[in-house]
């Protein structure tokens, strides 16, 4: 019976609920969290979402449409955080297999956003790829690994392109490692 609960909340949050009027936000969260997911205050889920695994969603944060966390993994977005369209989660995988079949023993992944990052339309998480605190990932970009916080990161495989000043101006990776070499002078401390 739980399963067939489960199937008419998510169809309910992505036909009728689908879209961004204010009203409908608490009840697609409301849906979200009696099936299993954990889901902050404030959270606004445009939908539809898809979501097969396990998933926690902290306080005040954006999630984009056609949402999906495919496989048996775990996806935990921090708070404050905005989803873009079409952002997919791949929690399942495997690993690489003998000749007679490739697609070896299943793995299951934990993927991870940052508290007050922003994740671009159509991203992909694969592996146990996690992202910093306050960073961005463009559109398009294949998250494959861990980011740090503070950072702009874009591509297949999404690589650093720049790191990101509390202010928001993009600094090149030159200024960011000579910022960390003033940072830790200690020239200025007296004994």
């Given at each position: 019976?739980?399963?067939?609960?489960?199937?008419?909340a998510?169809?309910?949050?992505?036909?009728?609920?689908?879209?961004?009027?204010?009203?409908?936000?608490?009840?697609?969260?409301?849906?979200?969290?009696?099936?299993?997911?954990?889901?902050?205050?404030?959270?606004?889920?445009?939908?539809?979402?898809?979501c097969?695994?396990?998933?926690?969603?902290?306080?005040?944060?954006?999630?984009?449409?056609n949402?999906?966390?495919?496989?048996?993994?775990?996806?935990?977005?921090?708070?404050?955080?905005?989803?873009?369209?079409?952002?997919?989660?791949e929690?399942?995988?495997?690993?690489?297999?003998?000749?007679?079949?490739?697609?070896?023993?299943?793995?299951?992944?934990?993927?991870?956003?940052?508290?007050?990052?922003?994740?671009?339309?159509?991203?992909?998480?694969?592996?146990?790829?996690?992202?910093?605190?306050?960073?961005?990932?463009?559109?398009?970009?294949?998250v494959?690994?861990?980011?740090?916080?503070?950072?702009?990161?874009?591509?297949?495989?999404?690589?650093?392109?720049?790191?990101?000043?509390?202010?928001?101006?993009?600094?090149?990776?030159?200024?960011?490692?000579?910022?960390?070499?003033?940072?830790?002078?200690?020239?200025?401390?007296?004994?």
């Amino acid at each position: 019976m739980a399963s067939v609960y489960k199937r008419l909340a998510h169809a309910a949050v992505n036909t009728f609920l689908a879209g961004t009027f204010p009203p409908f936000f608490k009840l697609k969260r409301a849906l979200m969290a009696s099936c299993g997911a954990q889901i902050g205050k404030n959270v606004r889920i445009v939908g539809p979402v898809y979501c097969s695994g396990k998933l926690v969603i902290g306080d005040n944060c954006w999630i984009g449409k056609n949402f999906t966390v495919n496989g048996n993994g775990t996806v935990e977005i921090g708070d404050d955080c905005d989803i873009g369209p079409e952002v997919t989660f791949e929690t399942g995988g495997h690993a690489i297999g003998a000749a007679g079949r490739r697609a070896g023993e299943g793995r299951n992944f934990v993927q991870r956003v940052g508290k007050g990052s922003w994740i671009g339309g159509r991203a992909t998480f694969v592996n146990n790829a996690v992202v910093g605190e306050s960073s961005v990932i463009a559109a398009c970009a294949c998250v494959t690994g861990v980011l740090p916080a503070n950072c702009l990161a874009g591509g297949v495989p999404a690589r650093i392109i720049a790191f990101l000043s509390e202010s928001g101006e993009k600094l090149r990776l030159e200024q960011k490692a000579e910022k960390a070499r003033t940072d830790s002078d200690c020239s200025d401390i007296s004994l």
